[in-house]
């Protein structure tokens, strides 16, 4: 006999997502929830922290083909004015990966119009430096309207990576038999 899920039991991740051990608020993906098909259950989203060597959140086994970096609109002022460099050397790192994105958790508007008062960083600087970069690193950015849909963009960002690298997994070994 099959058991029929309630439609308030949690569906559990088939994957753990990673989050960096130096993110001083992450992301704890409590809000996730399915599709309609799954009558929007919530998501159980099995998560670990550990030093990550590129970004801010992985999945568990693939760390050296996913990434998301993450940043709130001071930390993103803040790294492209004081931390530039580094920030650069980790598009350098995130470019190596299959896949990996900047996820902002303020939109375009935001951080162009009011930017963080204690940043002398001119709102033009971030706006170009995002352009040029994705293209240079091809490391796209993404801009949320605010913290929960950076925090869901990332989980879908990381759950999508997971199904296709499952799909492109079946899709070898059925041309391989």
């Known amino acids: 006999m099959v058991r029929k899920s309630s439609p308030t039991e949690p569906i559990v991740t088939p994957f753990t997502i990673v989050y960096d051990d130096r993110e001083g608020l992450p992301f704890r993906f409590e809000s996730i929830k399915a599709d309609a098909d799954q009558h929007h259950r919530p998501i159980a989203v099995q998560r670990k922290m550990r030093r990550l060597a590129t970004g801010d959140y992985s999945l568990e086994g693939f760390e050296q083909l996913v990434c998301v970096e993450r940043k709130s609109i001071d930390d993103l002022f803040c790294t492209l004015g004081q931390g530039r460099e580094r920030f650069e050397e980790e598009h350098r790192r995130m470019a190596q990966l299959r896949t990996a994105c900047v996820v902002i958790e303020s939109p375009w508007d935001e951080i162009i119009n009011n930017p963080p008062i204690r940043s002398s960083l001119n709102p033009k600087t971030v706006w170009r430096t995002a352009v040029s970069w994705s293209i ?42």
Not at 143 to 158: G, I, K, Q, V
Request: aromatic share 20%; no cysteine; glycine share 2%.
């Open 136 to 177: 240079r690193y091809s490391v796209p950015w993404y801009a949320m309207p605010n913290r929960a849909a950076a925090e869901s963009w990332t989980y879908r960002f990381l759950e999508m990576f997971y199904r296709h690298h499952l799909h492109q997994q079946k899709r070898t070994k059925g041309t391989s038999t």
